[in-house]
């Protein structure tokens, strides 16, 4: 998924890290993934054979890891079935497709339709016991993925195109999400700095919003998808209901104080953060706050930028940015 803050092109980086702080190369590790988005990482330590904790506050986050890091690699022989179910005029066709009227069009009216028609299935197939719930977890992820390979957006979901754009026009169509037969992990769907006050382990990977763009908002209709619970919608975007899953990493006026609070109730020997030098928290002011629990270290590469708009391409000077990936070894350990 194009996905913002996405470490896929950055995972040699950050295992060469883990590997140097926590010996992750000889041994298992008990590796928690707090802020996991679309899984990619703790994935990538699954497949190197540690146990993984992966954890979101978006319920869609939750959903693709659950496939992610809990499920074996299925074969999931319903595939077929789900992509020729006849369309339905649900949900999301009646409130993010032109042709119901709705003024938005985040998706074409084949697609929307054809979205309902799956997720309907998909939940009525679970409830009756007919798949099981790794199966249910594994289409809900699959069609999470499909959907957004034909969202009518630039990237994000926070405005739709007043045209279908070429991937828009294409057909929605489910496929097999590749896991890993690796010793399965473990999922969680809360927030990080409760999450660290009941767990432990080798080491805490976070990856934590950078700036004031909340994913709550930015993704509000894979949360819909997700849960499928018929929100009140607002405004010209049909936006959900989101305050409640805010974070406060991506605010200024708290970023910094619950970065302080995780750290200090942290119970892993090792903290690694992968951070942009354009974060709303300084790279002194996170030095600062690691080194008053043990030993700081910095790792540092450039990378390209996340961008939505062709627009921002423009703007900037330049295509890549810094990342930063901060190592907390902790004293009390």
Known sequence: MNYIGSKGTLLDFIDSVVNEFADSHRKRIVICDAFAGTGIVGLHFRREGHSVIANDLQYYSYVLNKNLIENPSLSLDKLDYFNNLPPVEGFMYQNYCAGSGSGRMYFSDENGKRCDA???????????????????????????????????????????????????????????????????????????????RSISGDVLYLDPPYNIRQYSSNYH?????????????????????????????????????????????????????????????????????????????????????????????????????????????????
Request: charged residues 25%; proline residues 2%.
């Open 118 to 196: 799956i997720r309907q299935e998909i939940e009525r197939m679970w409830q009756s016991r007919e798949i099981s719930e790794g199966e249910y977890f594994a289409y809900l992820a699959a069609l999470i993925e499909a959907i957004d390979k034909v969202a009518n957006t630039a990237a994000i979901y926070g405005a739709f195109l007043k045209k279908l754009k070429p991937a828009a026009q294409r057909r929605l169509l489910l496929q097999r999400i590749p896991t890993s037969n690796e010793t399965a992990g473990k999922v969680c769907n809360t927030d990080a700095n409760q999450l660290v």
């Open 221 to 333: 209709l894979l949360e819909t998808i997700a849960r499928y619970d018929a929100p009140e919608l607002r405004g010209k975007t049909g936006l959900r209901e989101t305050t409640s899953q805010n974070s406060k990493y991506a605010s200024r006026r708290m970023a910094a104080s619950a970065f302080e609070d995780l750290i200090k109730n942290a119970k892993f020997k090792v903290i690694v953060m992968s951070y942009s030098n354009e974060g709303l928290m300084s790279e002194a002011a996170i030095r600062q706050t690691m080194s008053r629990y043990g030993t700081y270290y910095l790792r540092v590469r450039e990378h390209r930028r996340f961008m939505v708009t062709k627009s921002q391409h423009q703007a900037r000077k330049s295509e890549t940015t810094t990342e930063h990936i901060h190592v907390l070894v902790k004293h009390d350990y």
